[in-house]
């Protein structure tokens, strides 16, 4: 229990670090110019979400964008909602994507037609499932041009309505804002010490030249990050924020969304490496479960009371500060850290046995297994 204690104090101290002082998008600046900026949506089988995604970019505050939408080879009404947007919409401008080339990923080659099409000095790359507010592209750019970035990101205030939404997306977010002091992605000069979403993803188009753009990043499944650690590495300044109240997504709807979805994801967080993998694997546990357990033996449950409480401090803090479903985040944190911990071992095995699979597609990822 001791090692609990002393890991959930890093935890705790860094939660409080980013409730403090983290970058929040809503945090208006005043804009400088008002350079083009270029929305970048990759669309595949998104007919139930893309029209209220077009809808929220053409209410924007800001009054120098466009917005490119890409078919990727849907198979439903996605491509005939695009169109009509289009049709209607000088803003909006319909691509039909091209078929996937071998050793590219379906979202990466996506992005990096988009990007061919883009004519703003600044580019956003989101997805169909984001909820832009109507400052959202005014406050990117300012963020950008106040701190003088080449990179930005934005965390989506996550939406959940399921179970098993509820239980595990905030925990996902708990690895970034207890693990992560967001102000040294701009502070620190270390790759390893960059993150990133692909929900929200901003570029000036010098710095997304210089790093090779999403060519570069062609066969990575977190491509969000590798793209962060990417641009730390060649000199260019980033930050990472929360997006809270700016920009909102759902990312799953039911427990086989969230279950294939962030099984296609959480080894990649760790770059395949088993060895990381597995100690941050034993490290939630031990915080985050084993205290549960451990109150009920009384040798043990005085500390196990104070890890428990440490715990309960920190979930607090991370619903309050970025609107996580209070009771379930709080109550049930431990069942929700299990069902993610075993969410990350099928990522590890499927990975290894070659079966990861995304929106119909195959993901061949090349690991040393």
């Given at each position: 229990m001791l090692i609990s204690i002393v890991l959930l104090t890093i935890l705790l101290a860094v939660t409080l670090f980013n409730a403090l002082t983290a970058p929040m998008l809503k945090k208006s600046h005043s804009l400088q110019t008002r350079p083009r900026v270029s929305v970048l949506i990759p669309a595949r089988n998104e007919e139930t979400n893309i029209g209220a995604c077009i809808e929220g970019f053409l209410s924007q505050d800001y009054d120098n964008f466009e917005i490119h939408v890409l078919n990727d080879q849907s198979t439903d009404r996605t491509g005939t909602i695009i169109e009509k947007f289009s049709e209607q919409h000088s803003e909006v401008q319909a691509i039909h994507g091209k078929p996937?080339?071998?050793?590219?990923m379906?979202?990466?080659?996506?992005?990096?037609?988009?990007?061919?099409?883009?004519?703003?000095?600044?580019?956003?790359?989101?997805?169909?499932?984001?909820?832009?507010?109507?400052?959202?592209?005014?406050?990117?750019?300012?963020?950008?041009?106040?701190?003088?970035?080449?990179?930005?990101s934005a965390f989506p205030e996550k939406v959940t309505v399921t179970l098993?939404?509820?239980?595990?997306?905030?925990?996902i977010d708990m690895f970034v804002y207890a693990g992560l002091p967001l102000w040294l992605t701009y502070f620190s000069r270390f790759p390893s010490l960059a993150a990133a979403s692909g929900l929200w993803i901003a570029f000036t188009r010098d710095a997304y030249q210089h790093i090779g753009g999403h060519h570069a990043v062609s066969n990575q499944v977190v491509e969000d990050v590798e793209l962060s650690r990417l641009a730390k590495k060649r000199g260019i300044r980033i930050l990472t924020s929360a997006g809270t109240r700016v920009v909102a997504c759902r990312m799953y709807h039911s427990f086989g969304e969230v279950w294939n979805g962030f099984s296609k994801n959480l080894f990649g967080l760790l770059r395949y490496k088993t060895v990381p993998f597995f100690m941050l694997t034993l490290g939630l546990w031990t915080m985050c479960v084993l205290p549960y357990i451990t109150v009920w033996f009384p040798t043990l449950r005085e500390l196990?009371?104070?890890?428990?409480?440490?715990?309960?401090?920190?979930?607090?803090?991370?619903?309050?500060?970025?609107?996580?479903?209070f009771w379930t985040s709080v109550v049930l944190h431990p069942f929700g850290v299990l069902l993610t911990l075993l969410i990350g071992?099928?990522?590890?095995?499927?990975?290894?046995?070659?079966?990861?699979?995304?929106?119909g597609r195959q993901i061949d990822i090349q690991v040393n297994k």
């Open positions: 996937l080339p071998p050793e590219w379906g979202k990466n080659w996506a992005c990096h037609q988009l990007s061919q099409h883009a004519n703003g000095e600044i580019l956003i790359f989101t997805d169909a499932d984001n909820r832009p507010a109507p400052n959202a592209i005014t406050n990117t750019v300012a963020y950008m041009q106040k701190l003088e970035l080449g990179f930005l098993s939404e509820k239980l595990v997306v905030p925990v196990s009371v104070v890890a428990i409480g440490m715990n309960i401090a920190m979930r607090i803090m991370l619903a309050l500060k970025y609107k996580h479903p071992i099928n990522s590890f095995f499927h990975v290894k046995r070659g079966r990861l699979q995304w929106k």
